[in-house]
């Protein structure tokens, strides 16, 4: 029998825009009923891009199952506050970029037309610079995670969590990763680094924190899996959204090559590419260099058309992304089954027979994000009491033995 260990648990949301965030959302109700451990009191929380807001989320105290209700039975006022837009058109950018016309124009004439080795092409990219360095910004994300904070007494700040968040975003100046949370990082308001490892390069406005410009943490790496092992973790489990489709040319529901199907197709399978080649090199150098490290990987398989038909940042099919999320999950326990329960031994964690599992969890017995709320605390109270008993017996029998 494996001998439980008594390291860290962290958990690890990767990056995968909105619809990345959802489906992680919907495997982590999956997991909530599977293990006995409670999601809500793992030792680090790592997130990247939409799992950024994700990892926030649960290191704030707002469970799974509240989380997964709130996308398949949305509510007027999500998690109990007001919802803000999760991106802004931003009037001003595009204002102050139309004054500096006059002046681009010029360098892209002059670019264009004078000195050796300048082009047509010169000129071309001389008047990108009318362009924002982002379509649109992201603030709503801050304000609505700000307001959830506060409507539940949570501070908005990393020191006073209790427990180990790092939500990673990328210096764009410097191209380093910046983990928000760790010793030097840790005074920005956690609202505000979601904000910044959420930005999406070109979609989103990078995000000014300190003087310095942020992107999405997922441009340097796919997950920081790396970070939570640095930090002490010795079971990694890890969400990853995004995969490259595994498509068959001839008999596939695709009917034919991805290239057929234009540069959006292209660009998509691209980038799911290179995501996924530096996750997968990533889990070889780990298992290898830190062998008594268990990592738990869930992700999409890769004939998986339903998330490769998403737009990442599709909100509108939050309720078919998430219960796919929570079956994915499901399978993944189901097709692992000895294997995982043998892992998650090693680190005193019990595992459900995931079999014994409906295909769609059942509905939040309460309605009201108050009820909702309470119910959160007296679990989590439950859960600390369970964790002390066994603690009382050993002391008793210590005394008894004396």
């Known amino acids: 029998m494996a001998v439980a260990r008594r390291g860290k648990v962290a958990l690890v949301c990767a990056g995968g825009g909105i619809t990345g965030a959802v489906y992680e959302i919907g495997c982590l109700r999956a997991i909530r009923d599977l293990i006995d451990r409670s999601l809500l009191d793992l030792d680090i929380y790592v997130g990247i891009s939409g799992g950024a807001f994700v990892a926030s989320l649960l290191a704030a105290g707002v469970s799974p199952l509240e989380m997964y209700e709130e996308l398949v039975s949305p509510s007027p006022h999500p998690l109990g506050v007001s919802g803000a837009p999760l991106f802004r058109f931003g009037t001003r950018q595009y204002v102050n970029r139309g004054l500096r016309a006059p002046q681009v124009l010029r360098d892209a004439l002059l670019n264009g037309f004078e000195g050796e080795g300048h082009g047509p092409a010169d000129a071309v990219l001389t008047l990108l610079e009318l362009l924002p360095a982002g379509l649109l910004e992201n603030s709503g994300i801050q304000e609505y995670l700000a307001a959830v904070f506060k409507s539940r ?3 908005d700040r990393f020191a006073a969590l209790g427990r180990e968040l790092y939500l990673v975003a990328v210096d764009i100046d410097s191209g380093e990763a910046v ?3 760790a010793p030097g990082h840790d005074q920005v308001p956690i609202s505000k680094a979601v904000q910044a490892s959420a930005a ?14 942020y992107i999405d943490g997922g441009v340097q790496k796919t997950a920081h899996i790396s970070l939570a092992i ?11 959204p995004i995969v490259p489709i595994l498509n068959d040319t001839t008999g596939g529901p695709l009917r034919g090559h991805l290239s057929q199907k234009g540069i959006g197709y292209v ?4 980038f799911r590419i290179m995501l996924h080649s530096r996750m997968r090199y990533g889990l070889e150098r780990y298992r290898r260099e830190f062998p008594d490290v268990d990592i738990l990987l869930i992700e999409p398989r890769r004939d998986d058309m ?5 737009n990442i940042m ?3 099919a939050r309720r078919v ?4 999320g929570y079956r994915s999950a499901l399978r993944t326990f189901r097709e692992g089954r000895r294997r995982l329960r043998r892992m998650l031994l090693r680190h005193g964690i019990e595992m459900r027979d995931p079999a014994r599992l409906p295909a769609t969890p059942e509905p939040h017995p309460y309605r009201s994000a108050l009820s909702r709320q309470l119910d959160v605390s007296l679990g989590r109270l439950d859960a600390a009491v369970d964790a002390l008993r066994p603690r009382a017996k050993s002391a008793t029998r210590t005394k008894s033995s004396k």
Do not use: E, K, T, W
Not at 306 to 310: C, K, L, T
Not at 321 to 324: K, P, T
């Open 267 to 270: 660009l998509d399978q691209a």
């Open 321 to 324: 992304v998430a219960r796919h």
């Open 179 to 181: 983990p928000f949370g």
């Open 200 to 213: 999406l390069p070109g979609f989103y406005r990078p995000v000014r924190i300190g003087g310095r410009d």
């Open 314 to 316: 599709r909100y509108a």
């Open 306 to 310: 339903r998330m490769f038909s998403y």
């Open 153 to 155: 007494g949570v501070s």
């Open 230 to 240: 640095q930090r002490g973790a010795d079971l990694v489990i890890c969400i990853n």
